[in-house]
């Protein structure tokens, strides 16, 4: 892991948050349209791609593997594919993201090719025995360290497979699905619950064949995809920060526009609706993912019981959806977390810690979280939290600043980079000045 010098930041206390901003480019959307065009004999030319820190690490990854990648403009990137991969000499260095980990694993499994995958502290902390375990099924052989990376895979001659996932992941998932695009027969996976179905809807942009049927997702092997010009949506795991500022924030009313709206990703949207939250939703275009505008004004929240399995429509939100609850008259509760805990931090701790330090009542257990919501502008603030090198945490604990009444700080700033570089100038830009101390 590269050292860096920690950068804290705070959010005091903000007046009404006003305006128009367009989140930056949806990640998980953003990581497959890279992967799918090196995967593809040819050039494809990507816009609106997110260039965070874990998007560049998966373009730099391809590069090592053969592809060609040029930048053409502000999230717009020409990328020739040149199947099958190479197997690079040096290790893959992928940052902190675990979607690059995961899916490569799986696209290089079905190349036949071999590559040592490793990351930041964080990442190599991160479980990955739940990709290996399926790609070693089809006949790759994947070494891990105790379970996590570094990480060899030496593709092979691969078999399909039936596969039933333990939990819903749409990391392990796809992993299965791109290594049996070069798997002899018919790879099947099936899910305990629907996950994101990104990897589904974007295939057949770049001329592959996917089948669906409930929570059963299919794909014959020998394919080999096309180059396309695709357009990625933006983030509405990154809208949320603002929109959440604006729904707890008085005289506050904000419009994200742009946003990825797919069902499986909406389940947050759906939690505030249910709480009470003046959320409108604007669907403008729906080509393979519908896409639209979201517009957010302060309000009188009720508390929220989110049962398990609604989560997985909502995984990545619930840091944020957990400091709206504190916003909210009562107590709301939130089942089935246990995911949480192998995130780029054990989210539901840092999440719990976060809130406390605002002065906000939690309890927690092995994969709940209970939060005793204060009102609107009941929310004392006045602490300090650890990002704990999430980027989620970091911007939760600023939005929850935002709308206390003694603001809030971080210890470090800089991982928001992965997801979100333009996180303080989007907020300056509404009215919500953050402070480096």
Known sequence: MTNHTPSPLSAPPSGALRGVFSPPGDKSVSHRAVMFAAMASGRSDLTGLLEGEDVLATLKAVQAMGAETERTGDGAWRVTGAPPWRGPA???????????????????????????????????????????????????ALETTDGRLPMTIRGARLRGVDYETPVASAQIKSAVLLAGLGAEGVTRVTEPAPSRDHTERMLPAFGGEVRVSGLTAEVTGGQRLSPANYAAPADPSSAAFALAAALITPGSRVTARGV??????????????????????????????PVGDLIAACSDLAPIHVREDEIPAMIDEIPILAVTAAFAEGESRFEGLAELRVKESDRLTAVSDLLRAAGVETETGEDWLTVAGRGTGGVTGGGAAAARGDHRIAMSTLILGLASRKGMAIDDASMIATSYPAFQADLAALGAALETP
């Open 90 to 140: 040096q290790d893959i260095d992928l940052g902190n993201s675990g979607t690059s980990a995961r899916l490569l694993a799986g696209a290089i499994a079905g190349m036949g090719v071999q590559a040592r995958l490793t990351g930041d502290d964080s990442l190599r902390a991160r479980p990955m025995e739940r990709v290996a375990a399926p790609l070693r099924l089809m006949g790759a």
């Open 260 to 289: 990825l709206l797919n069902p499986r990703r909406a389940g947050l949207f759906e939690a505030w609706k249910r709480m009470g939250a003046d959320l409108t939703i604007e669907v403008t275009k729906n080509d393979g993912e």
